[in-house]
T-cell receptor, first 113, second 109 residues
Framework: DGGITQSPKYLFRKEGQNVTLSCEQN?????MYWYRQDPGQGLRLIYY???????QKGDIAEGYSVSREKKESFPLTVTSAQKNPTAFYLC????????????FGPGTRLTVT | KNEVEQSPQNLTAQEGEFITINCSYS?????LHWLQQHPGGGIVSLFM???GKKKHGRLIATINIQEKHSSLHITASHPRDSAVYIC???????????FGKGTRLHILP
C-alpha cells in the first residue's frame, strides 16, 4: 500500500526537551510538507521540501528544524526554542511543490508539559 | 480578515438531511480543495476544483470563480459523514496553499 506514515500517534515530552517526529512516504513524491494544526485554526505550514537535501521555511518555522537526506523521509524536530509546541502535526507529500494534490499522513499529537 | 472563510463553523443534522458547507475566499486562486478530517486526525482529499462542479458518490462540490465561492454538498447524509471538512486554496500570486479553519459536521442517527 502506498501512503504516508507518521509515528508515533501520540507523543509526550517535558518542556525543554527536543523531540523528533517521523514522516515516511512510499509514493515516490518529490515534495514533502509539515503542517501544524491548533484548535480553531487552519493548518499552518512549518517547512517544506521540494527535493532531497533542500528545504524551505514556511509561515511558522521558528523553533523547528527539518532534514531531507532521503526522498522517502522528512523528519521534523521540535526544539526547546518553540514556545508553544503542544499541537497536532501533519506531514504531507505531493508529486512536486507545484502539484495541486497533497496526500496527508495520519498525524502526530504532541503534548509538552 | 482571513483569506479563506468557511461557514458554518459547526453543523449538526439528522441522518438523511442534505448538507451544504460553504467556502469563500478573497484572493485569486488556481485551485480549491475540499478535505475531510476524521476524528482520528488523518486528512483525506475529497475534491480538487478549478471550475464548475464535481461529483463523487453522495458528495458534490461546486465553485464559482467570479464570486470567489465554493460549496460542498452531501446528499442523504449518514453518521459516518461526521468529520471536519476543510477548504484550502492555492493562491495565484505565490502558489501558497491557505487552509480554512474547517466546518465540524455531526450527523445524528
Amino acid at each position: 500500500d502506498g501512503g504516508i506514515t507518521q509515528s508515533p500517534k501520540y507523543l509526550f515530552r517535558k518542556e525543554g526537551q527536543n523531540v523528533t517526529l517521523s514522516c515516511e512516504q512510499n509514493l515516490n513524491h518529490d515534495a514533502m510538507y509539515w503542517y501544524r494544526q491548533d484548535p480553531g485554526q487552519g493548518l499552518r505550514l512549518i517547512y517544506y521540501s521540494q527535493i532531497v537535501n533542500d528545504f524551505q521555511k514556511g509561515d511558522i518555522a521558528e523553533g523547528y528544524s527539518v532534514s531531507r537526506e532521503k526522498k522517502e523521509s522528512f523528519p521534523l524536530t521540535v526544539t526547546s526554542a518553540q514556545k508553544n509546541p503542544t499541537a497536532f502535526y501533519l506531514c504531507a507529500s505531493s508529486e512536486q511543490v507545484s502539484s495541486y494534490e497533497q496526500y496527508f499522513g495520519p498525524g502526530t499529537r504532541l503534548t509538552v508539559t | 480578515k482571513n483569506e479563506v472563510e468557511q461557514s458554518p463553523q459547526n453543523l449538526t443534522a439528522q441522518e438523511g438531511e442534505f448538507i451544504t458547507i460553504n467556502c469563500s475566499y478573497s484572493v485569486g486562486i488556481s485551485a480549491l480543495h475540499w478535505l475531510q478530517q476524521h476524528p482520528g486526525g488523518g486528512i483525506v482529499s475529497l475534491f480538487m476544483l478549478s471550475s464548475g462542479k464535481k461529483k463523487h458518490g453522495r458528495l458534490i462540490a461546486t465553485i464559482n470563480i467570479q464570486e470567489k465561492h465554493s460549496s460542498l454538498h452531501i446528499t442523504a447524509s449518514h453518521p459516518r459523514d461526521s468529520a471536519v471538512y476543510i477548504c484550502a486554496v492555492r493562491m495565484n500570486r505565490d502558489d501558497k496553499i491557505i487552509f480554512g479553519k474547517g466546518t465540524r459536521l455531526h450527523i445524528l442517527p
